[in-house]
């Protein structure tokens, strides 16, 4: 079977390479040429690709990766700084190129701040709630993607990613009036992402929308401060919110049970 990593970068690049491993036919894309040619030392074929996808030169040669049996979309929207817009037009360019290359199908890396304006127990079936800017253009991209592929989609929405080399407390540390202090936290590490991706190429998703986040949600209070104390970094100083708003709290469960997996790191305090 021969898989499309389109998006090579800190969660794309050992998936494609953990893909590689268990036998596929791994393509991997990066923007710059000089990084998509280093690609070849894991075994990947790697293609520069810069989106969106407009000339013909751009489509014969990324024909191959484009015609893969899967493809998985994990193309971030940016900072601030990032038009919103372009960006879901770069998303729909690759995927009616990969549509009209033949394609089979998709899954598409979203994010479970589209479930941000609820609160309490959030599970796959419920009702997305976008805020911000960048929530709500991945679920116009979700929409889009989903009239496209229809059951060919499979849409993964990830909590907060952390892993060995990265963890949201270092750009925290030492901060004041930080809010939402008594939020829970939903967070999920970078080797279960890789082990239920790695799942969904095996086979198709009977669910069309799956999430994940461990089974672990102290506030980002209570959370944060531990890791800095863990890391002897300058705690950092939450706004304690007195409201009736207590935030969201994503239960992967049903996810883990169609997947067949458990997570390797389930309790957050002990993964560094």
């Not at 279960?192 to 980002?220: G, N, Q, T, W």
Request: some cysteine; glycine content about 6%.
């Amino acid at each position: 079977m021969q898989v499309a990593i389109c998006g090579c970068g800190w969660l794309g690049l050992p998936l494609a390479k953990a893909l590689y491993q268990k036998g596929y036919n791994v393509y991997g894309t990066k923007t710059a040429l000089v990084d998509a040619k280093l690609l070849a030392q894991w075994g990947i074929n790697g293609f520069q690709m810069q989106l969106p996808l407009e000339t013909n030169e751009q489509m014969e040669y990324l024909a191959p990766l484009l015609a893969s049996d899967v493809m998985v979309i994990n193309i971030a929207a940016g900072r601030q700084s990032v038009d919103k817009e372009q960006h879901y037009q770069n998303i729909m360019s690759l995927s009616h190129r990969a549509k009209n290359a033949g394609c089979k199908r998709i899954i598409f890396i979203s994010t479970t701040s589209v479930y941000d304006g609820r609160q309490g127990r959030v599970v796959e079936t419920d009702d997305v709630m976008p805020v911000t800017n960048s929530a709500l253009v991945h679920v116009k991209i979700e929409q889009a993607l989903r009239e496209q592929w229809g059951e060919q989609l499979t849409i993964l929405r990830l909590s907060g990613l952390i892993g060995d080399d990265r963890h949201p407390v270092k750009f925290l540390a030492g901060r004041q009036g930080i809010k939402d202090g008594n939020s829970p936290v939903n967070l999920i590490h970078l080797d279960d992402c890789i082990a239920a991706i790695c799942r969904l190429v095996e086979k198709k998703a009977e669910m069309p929308v799956l999430h994940l986040a461990a089974d672990f949600h102290p506030s980002r209070h209570d959370y944060y401060t531990q890791m800095a104390k863990q890391r002897s970094l300058p705690l950092p100083q939450f706004e304690i919110d007195r409201s009736d708003y207590n935030g969201k709290v994503i239960d992967a469960s049903a996810t883990l049970a169609w997947l067949g997996i458990s997570l390797k790191h389930n309790d957050l305090l002990s993964s560094k």
